[in-house]
């Protein structure tokens, strides 16, 4: 079945740190991938995603590249702000494979220190 | 675009209640999903619909449970017998079905607390 491996958290940076928060997935057909963002209080938000190998997602300073070879999608940002405190939550939908709703990662928490 | 929306928002109830809720997708989205998020989880998939059709059941669905899109366009999951392991926050998504890919977009939830 499908399956989506993302890092352990909390994930605790400084303000302006380089961030990278690790996705990994299985998937029997050929999946989208996507991050949703969901602040405190508030339901999931996408934030970006990919449909094929080698597209690169990106929004709001965030990117993320779809990776076949190596089955990823790793999130990064090059400057992270206080505001992008949050837990962050790596998806695949693989219809193709039978699975048309989202397999969603454990969620990774972000916590970024003024 | 309004968004999705959910109600209601907060929802006790005491085991062995039925209990039943409410989404209201984007309007002209095609696609309607439900979706169960525990504390510490990921969204756990639980079903779908296209236009009124429930086309995909996950077997975490079981008979207690119960979904319905009547006219395409609002839904509802009504929880029969609620248990204590019921207790989650109930997610709502809704997309427009183009090809072999849809973006999906989610309301605010519904966090269920059964005492």
């Known amino acids: 079945g499908n399956s989506v491996t993302q890092m352990e958290g909390p994930v605790t940076l400084s303000e302006e740190a380089f961030l990278t928060i690790n996705c990994t997935y299985t998937?029997?057909?050929?999946?989208?991938l996507f991050w949703y963002v969901q602040y405190p209080g508030e339901g999931l938000q996408l934030l970006l995603k990919?449909?094929?190998?080698?597209d690169k997602g990106s929004n709001k300073g965030f990117e993320a590249t779809y990776r076949k070879e190596t089955t990823s999608f790793h999130l990064e940002k090059g400057s992270v702000q206080v505001s992008d405190s949050a837990v962050y939550f790596c998806?695949?939908?693989?219809?193709?494979?039978?699975?048309?709703?989202?397999?969603f990662g454990k969620g990774t928490h972000l916590i970024i220190q003024p | 675009d309004t968004g999705v929306s959910q109600d209601p928002r907060h929802k006790i109830t005491k085991r062995g209640q039925n209990v039943t809720f409410r989404c209201d997708p984007i309007?002209?989205?095609?696609?309607l999903y439900w979706y169960r998020q525990t504390l510490g989880q990921g969204p756990e998939f639980l079903t779908y619909?296209?236009?009124?059709?429930?086309?995909?059941k996950s077997r975490l669905l079981s008979d207690r449970f119960s979904a319905e899109r009547p006219k395409g366009s609002f839904s509802t999951l009504e929880i029969q017998r609620t248990e204590q392991g019921d207790s989650a926050m109930y997610l709502c998504?809704?997309?427009?079905?183009?090809?072999?890919?849809?973006?999906?977009?989610f309301g605010p939830g519904t966090r269920l607390t059964v005492l």
């Open positions: 998806a695949l939908s693989d219809p193709g494979g039978g699975a048309d709703g989202l397999t």
């Open positions: 990919a449909t094929k190998a080698d």
């Open positions: 998937a029997t057909g050929y999946p989208s």
């Open positions: 619909f296209q236009n009124e059709a429930q086309l995909e």
């Open positions: 998504a809704s997309s427009v079905h183009r090809g072999n890919t849809d973006t999906q977009y």
């Open positions: 309007s002209e989205h095609n696609r």
